[in-house]
Each structure stands twice: as C-alpha cells, then as structure tokens.
C-alpha cells in the first residue's frame, strides 16, 4: 500500500544551524504534500505545504523542496530556535482523496 | 475564534466503560476525521465522514463507532474501552473541492483507562 518514509527520527541541532527533515512517498499520483508541526501535547499545525507543479516553496525561515522523479520531499529550517522543537509529521495526499498517508514524525531539538 | 472544538480535553474512563469524544466546528468543512495518536507517533485515521458518508478504515477495531448527526458535530463512541485505547484522538477537517484540502486539527481529548 501506499507509504511514507521520513528521516530522521530524531534530529538535534544548535540554535541557529539549519535543520533538514526528509520524506519519500511511494505514491507517484500523491499531489499534495503538507507539514505539521507539534508540540508537546498541542495539536499538529500546519506549516507549509506544497502542491506537484511547484518544486519549492519558501515562507520566512521555513522551506520545502520537492523532486516529483524520484519522489521525495523535504522541510528546510533556517536559523532555528529553541521555539522550533517538537515533532514535525510530513504527508502526502492524492487527488481526489481526502486522507493522508502521514510519514513517522521527527522530533527535532534546537539546542541553546 | 476556535474552529475545531473537541470536548473533555481530557476523559478518564474505567476499563470496559462506554465513552464518547465530540467533536465540533465552525468551519462548515464537509470531510470530519478521527485519529488516534499514541506518544508521538503519527496520528492512526481511525474513521471519516465525508458528509454523511462513513468511511471506516480496515484496521479500525470495532470497539470504535463514530456518529455524524450534522455538519457540525461528529462523536466518537468507545464501546469497551481497553488499556490499549489509551491516547490522544484528534478530530479534523477539511473541505473538498475548495481550496488545497488541508487538514485543520482539533486540540485532542487525551483518553485514559484505568
């Protein structure tokens, strides 16, 4: 069935540097791929997305690229902050669907 | 201005005793979803109404109904709740046909059985 793999699973990195989180869908017909952030038993909220005839889409410190050949898409964070810790969930959607197939999450820490 | 409301933010039930988690909305969404998340993994889809539509997944336990009596509202009913539905299940909307289909989250009702 359809899935989506995401790594790492955990990811820490210091205030300031750059973080990377990375999803692979097995869905060529997935068009829509949304991010969400959660916090510590807070709801996921989402961050950015991005649809299939876009390759990259930035707002202010957070950015998502997209390769529709090999089928991967990733979250960019520039000059995290402690604020940016919690666990980031990527997904993927299909036309015409309304579920998403959700990768394994990231728990990403920004050290101080 | 809350949009997705989903009462008790916290429940507390003893082990085979029936509970039900609402959910509303003031989004007039027409898809409502039922997930359950357990500590940090990614949030299970247990259930969606798309309208009045039922759509159960195939690893939905039958221990877990769901009720759509309006646009607004959806409930989720435990018949038997065990120790293993212990979690936190969030209900969600979309809307179809408008817009990118996001899914907007409800702040959870986080379940325990004791």
């Known amino acids: 069935g359809e899935n989506v793999e995401q790594h790492p699973s955990t990811l820490s990195v210091q205030e300031g540097d750059s973080a990377v989180i990375k999803c692979t869908y097995s869905?060529?017909?997935?068009?829509?791929f949304p991010w969400y952030k959660q916090e510590l038993g807070k709801r996921p909220q989402l961050i950015i997305d991005?649809?299939?005839?876009?390759g990259e889409k930035k707002d202010q410190r957070i950015a998502v690229t997209l390769n529709k050949t090999a089928k991967h898409f990733s979250l960019h964070i520039t000059e995290t902050q402690p604020e940016d810790s919690a666990v980031y969930f990527c997904a993927a959607s299909r036309p015409g669907t309304y579920k998403y197939i959700f990768g394994t999450g990231t728990r990403l820490k920004v050290l101080a | 201005d809350a949009m997705v409301i989903q009462n008790p933010r916290y429940q507390v039930t003893q082990f085979g005793k029936p509970v039900t988690l609402s959910c509303s909305q003031t989004?007039?969404?027409?898809?409502m979803y039922w997930y359950q998340q357990k500590s940090s993994q990614a949030p299970k889809l247990l259930f969606h109404?798309?309208?009045?539509?039922?759509?159960n997944e195939a690893d939905t336990p039958d221990n877990f109904q769901s009720r759509r009596p309006n646009t607004s509202f959806c409930f989720l009913d435990i018949r038997s709740p065990g120790l293993g539905d212990a979690a936190m299940y969030l209900c969600?909307?979309?809307?179809?046909?408008?817009?990118?289909?996001?899914?907007?989250f409800g702040p959870g009702t986080r379940l325990t059985v004791t």
């Open positions: 969600a909307t979309s809307r179809l046909g408008q817009g990118t289909g996001e899914q907007y």
């Open positions: 991005i649809r299939s005839n876009v």
């Open positions: 989004l007039n969404h027409n898809v």
């Open positions: 869905d060529s017909a997935s068009n829509y």
């Open positions: 109404y798309y309208d009045k539509d039922f759509n």
